[in-house]
Protein backbone atom coordinates (compact mmCIF):
# COMPACT_ATOMS: atom_id res chain seq x y z
CA UNK A 1 0.00 0.00 0.00
CA UNK A 2 1.37 3.55 -0.60
CA UNK A 3 0.35 7.29 -0.12
CA UNK A 4 1.44 9.98 -2.62
CA UNK A 5 1.86 12.91 -1.07
CA UNK A 6 1.66 16.28 -2.56
CA UNK A 7 3.08 20.17 -2.19
CA UNK A 8 3.88 21.78 1.70
CA UNK A 9 2.96 19.19 4.53
CA UNK A 10 4.54 16.12 2.38
CA UNK A 11 8.03 16.34 3.66
CA UNK A 12 6.60 16.92 7.30
CA UNK A 13 4.76 13.67 7.31
CA UNK A 14 7.41 11.79 5.88
CA UNK A 15 9.08 12.56 8.08
CA UNK A 16 6.92 12.02 10.40
CA UNK A 17 6.29 8.23 9.48
CA UNK A 18 9.83 7.53 9.72
CA UNK A 19 9.93 8.59 13.42
CA UNK A 20 6.64 7.33 14.79
CA UNK A 21 7.48 4.15 13.65
CA UNK A 22 10.67 4.26 16.18
CA UNK A 23 9.29 3.18 19.27
CA UNK A 24 12.47 4.50 20.67
CA UNK A 25 12.21 8.06 19.83
CA UNK A 26 8.79 8.32 18.62
CA UNK A 27 5.30 9.62 20.18
CA UNK A 28 1.74 8.91 18.55
CA UNK A 29 -0.10 12.19 19.68
CA UNK A 30 -2.37 13.46 17.18
CA UNK A 31 -2.58 10.30 15.03
CA UNK A 32 -5.77 8.96 15.42
CA UNK A 33 -5.24 5.34 13.80
CA UNK A 34 -2.23 5.06 16.78
CA UNK A 35 -3.19 7.00 19.43
CA UNK A 36 -7.23 7.44 19.31
CA UNK A 37 -9.13 4.88 21.66
CA UNK A 38 -12.55 3.25 21.19
CA UNK A 39 -14.14 0.85 23.99
CA UNK A 40 -14.23 -2.84 21.59
CA UNK A 41 -16.78 -4.67 24.16
CA UNK A 42 -20.63 -4.79 23.60
CA UNK A 43 -21.08 -3.82 27.20
CA UNK A 44 -18.23 -2.25 29.91
CA UNK A 45 -16.57 -4.94 32.13
CA UNK A 46 -16.69 -5.02 35.78
CA UNK A 47 -13.78 -2.93 36.13
CA UNK A 48 -15.06 -0.50 33.92
CA UNK A 49 -14.17 0.91 30.18
CA UNK A 50 -11.31 -0.82 28.61
CA UNK A 51 -10.10 1.09 25.57
CA UNK A 52 -8.13 -0.09 22.25
CA UNK A 53 -6.10 1.86 19.61
CA UNK A 54 -8.52 3.33 17.03
CA UNK A 55 -7.67 1.27 14.45
CA UNK A 56 -4.48 -1.02 14.18
CA UNK A 57 -5.45 -3.37 17.72
CA UNK A 58 -9.17 -3.75 16.57
CA UNK A 59 -8.52 -6.04 13.88
CA UNK A 60 -10.05 -3.64 11.01
CA UNK A 61 -6.87 -2.07 9.48
CA UNK A 62 -4.79 -4.21 7.64
CA UNK A 63 -2.67 -2.20 6.42
CA UNK A 64 0.43 -1.57 8.66
CA UNK A 65 2.17 1.78 8.80
CA UNK A 66 5.51 0.71 8.11
CA UNK A 67 4.76 -0.56 5.50
CA UNK A 68 3.49 2.70 3.31
CA UNK A 69 5.40 3.71 0.79
CA UNK A 70 5.92 7.71 0.39
CA UNK A 71 6.35 9.63 -3.23
CA UNK A 72 4.70 12.40 -5.18
CA UNK A 73 4.48 15.32 -6.74
CA UNK A 74 6.00 18.98 -6.66
CA UNK A 75 6.38 22.01 -8.51
CA UNK A 76 9.60 22.29 -6.33
CA UNK A 77 12.25 19.84 -7.05
CA UNK A 78 13.91 20.12 -3.48
CA UNK A 79 14.86 17.01 -1.79
CA UNK A 80 12.67 15.92 1.07
CA UNK A 81 15.54 16.64 3.66
CA UNK A 82 16.65 20.27 2.35
CA UNK A 83 12.48 20.99 2.23
CA UNK A 84 11.87 20.06 5.54
CA UNK A 85 15.35 21.99 6.68
CA UNK A 86 13.47 24.88 4.92
CA UNK A 87 10.41 24.51 6.51
CA UNK A 88 11.90 24.54 10.41
CA UNK A 89 9.46 22.21 11.68
CA UNK A 90 11.51 20.02 13.33
CA UNK A 91 14.07 20.65 16.17
CA UNK A 92 17.71 20.68 14.81
CA UNK A 93 18.93 17.42 15.99
CA UNK A 94 15.96 15.59 14.99
CA UNK A 95 16.20 16.73 11.19
CA UNK A 96 20.34 15.35 11.47
CA UNK A 97 18.71 11.90 12.68
CA UNK A 98 16.00 12.17 10.02
CA UNK A 99 18.37 13.45 7.12
CA UNK A 100 20.06 9.88 6.07
CA UNK A 101 16.17 8.57 5.36
CA UNK A 102 15.25 11.64 3.35
CA UNK A 103 17.64 13.43 1.35
CA UNK A 104 17.76 10.68 -1.89
CA UNK A 105 13.45 11.47 -1.65
CA UNK A 106 13.17 14.20 -4.49
CA UNK A 107 9.44 14.90 -5.98
CA UNK A 108 8.40 13.96 -9.33
CA UNK A 109 7.26 17.48 -11.88
CA UNK A 110 4.45 18.36 -10.71
CA UNK A 111 1.15 20.28 -12.79
CA UNK A 112 1.72 24.35 -12.01
CA UNK A 113 -0.66 27.02 -13.02
CA UNK A 114 -0.14 30.17 -12.01
CA UNK A 115 -3.85 31.83 -12.58
CA UNK A 116 -4.52 29.29 -9.49
CA UNK A 117 -1.77 29.99 -6.66
CA UNK A 118 -0.78 33.15 -5.11
CA UNK A 119 2.19 34.92 -7.83
CA UNK A 120 4.48 34.95 -4.86
CA UNK A 121 4.98 30.94 -5.52
CA UNK A 122 6.62 31.37 -8.97
CA UNK A 123 10.03 30.97 -7.55
CA UNK A 124 9.26 27.87 -6.22
CA UNK A 125 8.15 26.43 -9.79
CA UNK A 126 11.27 25.13 -11.12
CA UNK A 127 9.90 21.19 -11.38
CA UNK A 128 6.65 21.50 -13.36
CA UNK A 129 4.83 19.34 -16.20
CA UNK A 130 4.92 20.79 -19.83
CA UNK A 131 2.45 20.12 -22.29
CA UNK A 132 -1.43 20.57 -22.38
CA UNK A 133 -3.77 19.36 -19.41
CA UNK A 134 -4.99 16.34 -21.52
CA UNK A 135 -0.83 15.10 -21.44
CA UNK A 136 -0.40 16.05 -17.61
CA UNK A 137 -3.10 14.23 -16.34
CA UNK A 138 -1.78 11.21 -19.00
CA UNK A 139 1.53 11.72 -17.14
CA UNK A 140 0.17 11.71 -13.59
CA UNK A 141 -1.32 8.44 -14.91
CA UNK A 142 2.18 7.25 -16.06
CA UNK A 143 3.74 7.88 -12.53
CA UNK A 144 1.02 6.16 -10.85
CA UNK A 145 1.53 3.08 -12.73
CA UNK A 146 5.57 3.45 -12.96
CA UNK A 147 5.02 3.77 -8.95
CA UNK A 148 2.90 1.31 -8.29
CA UNK A 149 5.52 -1.15 -10.40
CA UNK A 150 8.54 -0.15 -9.30
CA UNK A 151 7.79 -0.04 -5.43
CA UNK A 152 6.04 -3.46 -5.94
CA UNK A 153 2.85 -2.36 -3.91
CA UNK A 154 -1.20 -3.60 -3.95
CA UNK A 155 -2.58 0.05 -3.81
CA UNK A 156 -2.09 3.53 -4.23
CA UNK A 157 -4.12 6.33 -2.56
CA UNK A 158 -3.64 10.23 -3.52
CA UNK A 159 -3.70 12.54 -1.22
CA UNK A 160 -3.24 16.74 -1.80
CA UNK A 161 -1.39 18.17 0.73
CA UNK A 162 0.08 21.29 -1.58
CA UNK A 163 -0.76 25.09 -2.09
CA UNK A 164 -4.66 26.22 -1.83
CA UNK A 165 -5.85 27.02 -5.27
CA UNK A 166 -8.25 29.44 -6.00
CA UNK A 167 -12.06 28.52 -6.60
CA UNK A 168 -12.42 27.36 -10.03
CA UNK A 169 -15.63 28.78 -11.42
CA UNK A 170 -18.43 26.13 -12.25
CA UNK A 171 -19.66 26.95 -15.87
CA UNK A 172 -22.65 25.08 -17.76
CA UNK A 173 -21.03 22.79 -20.43
CA UNK A 174 -17.19 22.79 -19.04
CA UNK A 175 -17.23 21.10 -15.67
CA UNK A 176 -20.98 20.34 -14.73
CA UNK A 177 -21.06 17.18 -16.21
CA UNK A 178 -18.63 14.62 -16.50
CA UNK A 179 -19.26 14.80 -20.05
CA UNK A 180 -18.71 18.38 -20.16
CA UNK A 181 -15.76 18.24 -17.65
CA UNK A 182 -13.40 15.62 -20.26
CA UNK A 183 -14.66 17.44 -23.53
CA UNK A 184 -13.12 20.18 -21.61
CA UNK A 185 -10.04 18.39 -21.20
CA UNK A 186 -9.63 17.32 -24.77
CA UNK A 187 -10.15 21.00 -25.54
CA UNK A 188 -7.35 22.31 -22.77
CA UNK A 189 -9.83 24.80 -21.21
CA UNK A 190 -8.08 26.95 -18.57
CA UNK A 191 -10.38 26.94 -15.81
CA UNK A 192 -9.24 23.12 -14.82
CA UNK A 193 -7.59 23.31 -11.55
CA UNK A 194 -4.11 21.37 -11.46
CA UNK A 195 -6.03 19.86 -8.58
CA UNK A 196 -9.13 18.76 -10.69
CA UNK A 197 -6.37 17.38 -12.88
CA UNK A 198 -4.54 15.19 -10.58
CA UNK A 199 -8.18 13.61 -9.10
CA UNK A 200 -9.37 13.53 -12.93
CA UNK A 201 -5.96 10.79 -13.42
CA UNK A 202 -6.92 9.16 -10.55
CA UNK A 203 -10.72 8.27 -10.95
CA UNK A 204 -9.21 7.14 -14.51
CA UNK A 205 -7.32 4.93 -13.11
CA UNK A 206 -9.26 3.81 -9.64
CA UNK A 207 -7.26 5.47 -7.33
CA UNK A 208 -8.41 7.11 -3.95
CA UNK A 209 -7.92 10.81 -4.39
CA UNK A 210 -8.36 12.79 -1.00
CA UNK A 211 -8.54 16.73 -1.34
CA UNK A 212 -6.33 18.25 1.75
CA UNK A 213 -7.16 21.99 0.65
CA UNK A 214 -10.22 23.72 0.52
CA UNK A 215 -10.78 24.99 -3.16
CA UNK A 216 -13.58 23.57 -5.15
CA UNK A 217 -11.66 20.37 -6.50
CA UNK A 218 -14.47 18.74 -6.74
CA UNK A 219 -16.29 20.32 -9.40
CA UNK A 220 -19.91 18.84 -10.04
CA UNK A 221 -18.16 16.84 -13.12
CA UNK A 222 -15.85 15.41 -11.47
CA UNK A 223 -18.15 13.82 -8.54
CA UNK A 224 -20.23 12.83 -11.42
CA UNK A 225 -17.01 10.80 -12.84
CA UNK A 226 -16.00 9.49 -9.78
CA UNK A 227 -19.63 7.73 -9.00
CA UNK A 228 -19.79 6.54 -12.52
CA UNK A 229 -16.57 4.82 -11.83
CA UNK A 230 -16.92 4.06 -8.85
CA UNK A 231 -13.52 5.65 -7.87
CA UNK A 232 -13.68 7.09 -3.94
CA UNK A 233 -12.80 10.67 -3.37
CA UNK A 234 -12.58 12.30 -0.25
CA UNK A 235 -11.77 15.77 1.45
CA UNK A 236 -12.05 18.82 1.78
CA UNK A 237 -9.48 20.36 3.91
CA UNK A 238 -7.57 19.41 7.30
CA UNK A 239 -9.52 19.87 10.05
CA UNK A 240 -6.63 20.49 12.82
CA UNK A 241 -7.07 23.46 15.22
CA UNK A 242 -8.74 26.59 15.02
CA UNK A 243 -11.78 24.86 13.15
CA UNK A 244 -11.75 21.79 15.05
CA UNK A 245 -12.47 23.78 18.08
CA UNK A 246 -14.87 25.66 16.46
CA UNK A 247 -16.73 22.47 15.69
CA UNK A 248 -17.28 21.77 19.17
CA UNK A 249 -17.48 24.75 21.10
CA UNK A 250 -20.34 25.65 18.68
CA UNK A 251 -22.23 22.19 19.10
CA UNK A 252 -21.66 22.61 22.98
CA UNK A 253 -23.45 26.02 22.79
CA UNK A 254 -26.32 25.77 20.63
CA UNK A 255 -27.11 21.89 21.89
CA UNK A 256 -27.14 24.00 25.68
CA UNK A 257 -29.51 26.18 24.38
CA UNK A 258 -27.04 28.75 24.03
CA UNK A 259 -27.19 31.24 21.11
CA UNK A 260 -24.26 31.54 19.43
CA UNK A 261 -24.65 35.38 17.58
CA UNK A 262 -21.04 36.68 16.52
CA UNK A 263 -18.05 34.29 15.72
CA UNK A 264 -14.69 36.20 14.91
CA UNK A 265 -11.85 34.04 14.34
CA UNK A 266 -8.44 35.37 13.33
CA UNK A 267 -5.20 33.79 12.05
CA UNK A 268 -1.45 34.75 11.60
CA UNK A 269 1.51 32.28 10.31
CA UNK A 270 4.83 32.14 8.74
CA UNK A 271 4.88 29.07 6.41
CA UNK A 272 4.63 28.72 2.57
CA UNK A 273 0.80 28.08 3.40
CA UNK A 274 0.43 31.81 5.28
CA UNK A 275 2.24 33.35 1.82
CA UNK A 276 0.03 31.82 -0.52
CA UNK A 277 -2.99 32.59 1.42
CA UNK A 278 -2.02 36.38 1.26
CA UNK A 279 -3.47 36.51 -2.07
CA UNK A 280 -6.97 37.43 -1.92
CA UNK A 281 -8.19 34.81 -4.52
CA UNK A 282 -6.50 31.79 -2.61
CA UNK A 283 -7.53 33.28 0.62
CA UNK A 284 -11.43 32.89 -0.37
CA UNK A 285 -11.24 29.36 -0.41
CA UNK A 286 -10.04 29.27 3.18
CA UNK A 287 -12.61 31.57 4.11
CA UNK A 288 -15.32 29.68 3.07
CA UNK A 289 -14.03 26.40 4.46
CA UNK A 290 -13.92 27.87 7.43
CA UNK A 291 -16.99 30.03 7.46
CA UNK A 292 -19.28 26.99 6.86
CA UNK A 293 -18.48 24.59 9.10
CA UNK A 294 -21.19 26.32 12.10
CA UNK A 295 -24.24 25.88 9.14
CA UNK A 296 -25.65 22.51 10.05
CA UNK A 297 -25.28 23.12 14.06
CA UNK A 298 -26.89 26.37 13.80
CA UNK A 299 -29.65 24.88 11.60
CA UNK A 300 -30.15 21.99 13.68
CA UNK A 301 -31.60 24.31 16.57
CA UNK A 302 -35.26 25.75 15.06
CA UNK A 303 -35.17 27.52 18.43
CA UNK A 304 -32.69 29.46 18.95
CA UNK A 305 -32.83 30.14 15.08
CA UNK A 306 -35.35 31.81 12.73
CA UNK A 307 -35.10 30.22 9.24
CA UNK A 308 -32.10 31.71 7.77
CA UNK A 309 -30.76 33.68 10.52
CA UNK A 310 -27.01 32.40 10.93
CA UNK A 311 -24.72 34.20 13.51
CA UNK A 312 -22.08 36.89 12.36
CA UNK A 313 -18.79 35.13 11.42
CA UNK A 314 -15.82 36.52 10.02
CA UNK A 315 -12.54 34.62 9.11
CA UNK A 316 -9.65 36.77 8.68
CA UNK A 317 -5.81 35.32 7.69
CA UNK A 318 -2.76 37.21 8.00
CA UNK A 319 1.24 36.51 6.68
CA UNK A 320 3.41 37.41 9.18
CA UNK A 321 6.99 35.46 8.06
CA UNK A 322 8.71 35.43 11.49
CA UNK A 323 6.09 33.34 13.63
CA UNK A 324 7.01 30.77 10.51
CA UNK A 325 4.96 27.34 11.53
CA UNK A 326 3.68 28.37 14.78
CA UNK A 327 0.52 29.06 13.78
CA UNK A 328 -1.37 32.00 16.27
CA UNK A 329 -5.29 31.64 16.32
CA UNK A 330 -7.49 34.01 18.19
CA UNK A 331 -11.32 33.57 18.35
CA UNK A 332 -14.31 35.50 20.16
CA UNK A 333 -17.66 33.72 20.39
CA UNK A 334 -20.28 36.10 21.40
CA UNK A 335 -23.79 34.64 22.50
CA UNK A 336 -27.52 35.28 24.14
CA UNK A 337 -27.70 33.92 27.26
CA UNK A 338 -30.78 34.20 29.82
CA UNK A 339 -32.60 37.59 30.23
CA UNK A 340 -30.97 38.99 27.44
CA UNK A 341 -27.70 38.30 28.85
CA UNK A 342 -24.23 38.31 26.97
CA UNK A 343 -21.78 35.97 27.33
CA UNK A 344 -18.49 35.99 25.61
CA UNK A 345 -15.79 33.33 25.52
CA UNK A 346 -11.86 34.60 23.82
CA UNK A 347 -10.03 31.11 22.92
CA UNK A 348 -5.73 31.59 21.89
CA UNK A 349 -4.70 28.50 20.42
CA UNK A 350 -0.61 28.28 19.07
CA UNK A 351 -1.55 25.76 16.71
CA UNK A 352 1.43 23.88 15.05
CA UNK A 353 0.59 23.69 11.65
CA UNK A 354 2.45 21.54 10.38
CA UNK A 355 2.44 19.04 12.63
CA UNK A 356 -1.55 18.90 13.49
CA UNK A 357 -1.82 18.61 9.73
CA UNK A 358 0.67 15.71 9.19
CA UNK A 359 -0.78 13.08 11.74
CA UNK A 360 -4.19 13.94 9.70
CA UNK A 361 -2.45 13.17 6.39
CA UNK A 362 -1.70 9.58 7.66
CA UNK A 363 -4.90 8.87 9.25
CA UNK A 364 -6.61 10.00 6.43
CA UNK A 365 -4.53 7.60 3.78
CA UNK A 366 -5.94 4.95 6.18
CA UNK A 367 -9.37 5.33 6.26
CA UNK A 368 -9.61 5.86 2.61
CA UNK A 369 -7.68 1.99 2.36
CA UNK A 370 -9.98 0.54 4.81
CA UNK A 371 -12.82 2.05 3.15
CA UNK A 372 -12.38 0.60 0.00
CA UNK A 373 -12.29 -2.62 1.65
CA UNK A 374 -15.58 -2.17 3.40
CA UNK A 375 -18.62 -3.83 2.36
CA UNK A 376 -22.12 -4.05 3.71
CA UNK A 377 -25.62 -4.79 3.01
CA UNK A 378 -29.39 -4.84 4.58
CA UNK A 379 -31.23 -7.38 5.71
CA UNK A 380 -33.55 -7.46 2.63
CA UNK A 381 -30.48 -7.25 0.34
CA UNK A 382 -29.10 -9.97 -1.75
CA UNK A 383 -25.86 -8.74 -2.00
CA UNK A 384 -22.68 -6.87 -0.23
CA UNK A 385 -22.16 -3.70 -2.01
CA UNK A 386 -19.59 -0.89 -0.97
CA UNK A 387 -19.92 2.21 0.73
CA UNK A 388 -20.78 5.21 -1.92
CA UNK A 389 -17.53 6.47 -3.70
CA UNK A 390 -17.75 9.81 -2.27
CA UNK A 391 -16.64 9.07 0.93
CA UNK A 392 -18.15 10.27 4.13
CA UNK A 393 -16.72 8.49 6.58
CA UNK A 394 -13.22 10.52 6.26
CA UNK A 395 -15.55 13.82 7.45
CA UNK A 396 -14.17 13.68 10.68
CA UNK A 397 -10.66 14.93 9.91
CA UNK A 398 -11.79 17.58 6.97
CA UNK A 399 -13.26 20.94 7.67
CA UNK A 400 -15.78 21.04 5.17
CA UNK A 401 -17.03 17.15 4.47
CA UNK A 402 -17.42 15.85 0.87
CA UNK A 403 -20.49 14.20 0.86
CA UNK A 404 -22.72 12.76 -1.88
CA UNK A 405 -25.65 14.64 -3.65
CA UNK A 406 -28.53 15.15 -1.66
CA UNK A 407 -26.55 14.18 1.39
CA UNK A 408 -26.82 16.47 4.77
CA UNK A 409 -23.39 17.57 5.63
CA UNK A 410 -22.91 16.98 9.16
CA UNK A 411 -20.02 19.73 10.78
CA UNK A 412 -20.16 18.48 14.73
CA UNK A 413 -17.06 16.86 16.04
CA UNK A 414 -19.04 14.59 18.12
CA UNK A 415 -21.14 13.18 15.94
CA UNK A 416 -18.58 12.63 13.08
CA UNK A 417 -16.75 10.90 15.63
CA UNK A 418 -19.40 8.51 16.39
CA UNK A 419 -20.09 7.96 13.34
CA UNK A 420 -16.23 6.47 12.35
CA UNK A 421 -16.40 4.80 15.75
CA UNK A 422 -19.82 2.93 15.29
CA UNK A 423 -18.75 1.83 11.47
CA UNK A 424 -15.54 0.65 13.05
CA UNK A 425 -17.61 -1.58 15.92
CA UNK A 426 -19.80 -3.35 12.93
CA UNK A 427 -16.82 -3.80 10.97
CA UNK A 428 -16.04 -6.44 14.44
CA UNK A 429 -19.43 -7.46 14.68
CA UNK A 430 -20.37 -5.32 17.56
CA UNK A 431 -23.52 -2.67 18.28
CA UNK A 432 -23.41 0.95 17.22
CA UNK A 433 -22.47 2.62 21.14
CA UNK A 434 -25.18 4.07 22.64
CA UNK A 435 -24.12 5.61 26.00
CA UNK A 436 -27.33 4.63 27.90
CA UNK A 437 -25.44 2.79 30.48
CA UNK A 438 -28.61 1.18 31.42
CA UNK A 439 -27.36 -1.11 33.69
CA UNK A 440 -26.10 1.45 36.13
CA UNK A 441 -29.20 3.31 35.91
Given at each position: MQGYLMGNKGQDSTSQLFWVLDP?????????????????????????????????????????????VFGGWDISNMNLADAMGRAKVFDIDLQKQLRPYMESMVPLPGIYDPDFIAANQEERANNVIKGTKKEQVQQIIKDIKAFKEANKVEKVVVLWTANTERYSNVVVGLNDTMENLLSALDRNESEISPSTLYALACILENVPFINGSPQNTFVPGLIDLSINRNSLIGGDDFKSGQTKMKSVLVDFLVGAGIKPTSIVSYNHLGNNDGMNLSAPQTFRSKEISKSNVVDDMVNSNGILYEPGEHPDHVVVIKYVPYVGDSKRAMDEYTSEIFMGGKNTIVLHNTCEDSLLAAPIILDLVLLAELSTRIQFKAENEGKFHSFHPVATILSYLTKAPLVPPGTPVVNALSKQRAMLENILRACVGLAPENNMILEYK
Open positions: GISHQSGVLSRGGNLCPFQEPPSNGYIFSWFLTKIDVNKVNPDEI
